[in-house]
């Protein structure tokens, strides 16, 4: 009778070992292990599959977390995608004339997502980049104003004399801005008629 066969077989777990290293022994030995004893030391070292697999869906969870929260910020700026947190004011000079005794006629568009306010004009030397003059008040529709409202979409003119005067065909650079610092800037060669 082989040593798994009979009662033994059913109250017993063998395994293969070799106690001997001596070279000249190297059969393997059959060895009963009781089941109760590998159950109780199962139940003592090991985890149950259920919380394994919650530790690996926590872990795996974790780490999307880490890495949405790193390179989320990267990814916009790379992609140039944004979330925009308010709606956009934005400004555009659609045309310039500008005279040699620094009288100027600029038309001004709204292209943004909401009303601006017209603060100040500057006039500036596009080969230095140095401010020439400064405008805070200006003339829209006849009235001479320090601030205009521009509604959505709206294209107004304005009007007005830096009070100095221009070097002719020389290029300037006209810049307005709004009261929120938003700009728009155009470039323009002076003309004498």
Not at 29 to 49: D, F, H, Q, T, Y
Not at 130 to 140: G, V
Not at 143 to 171: C, P
């Amino acid at each position: 009778m082989s040593p798994i066969e009979g009662d033994e077989a059913h109250s017993c777990i063998y395994i293969l070992y070799n106690e001997n290293t001596v070279a000249e022994d190297v059969s393997p030995r059959l060895k009963c292990i009781s089941p109760n004893l590998v159950n109780r030391a199962m139940r003592i070292i090991g985890l149950s599959p259920i919380v394994a697999a919650l530790v690996l869906i926590l872990i795996s969870v974790a780490l999307n977390v880490m890495v949405y929260v790193v390179l989320l910020p990267s990814l916009n700026i790379h992609v140039g995608y944004s979330i925009p947190t308010r709606a956009i004011e934005k400004i555009k000079i659609d045309s310039v004339k500008l005279q040699i005794d620094s009288s100027f006629v600029i038309v001004v568009r709204n292209v943004g997502e909401v009303a601006c306010e017209l603060d100040t004009i500057y006039l500036i030397d596009s080969v230095t980049d140095s401010m020439i003059a400064r405008l805070e008040s200006f003339i829209i529709n006849g009235q001479e104003l320090d601030k205009y409202t521009i509604n959505i979409r709206s294209v107004i003119e304005v009007t007005e004399n830096f009070g100095i005067t221009l070097t002719k065909k020389k290029v300037y650079k006209v810049k307005v801005l709004t009261t929120n610092g938003i700009e728009g800037s155009y470039k323009v060669v002076v003309k004498n008629d």
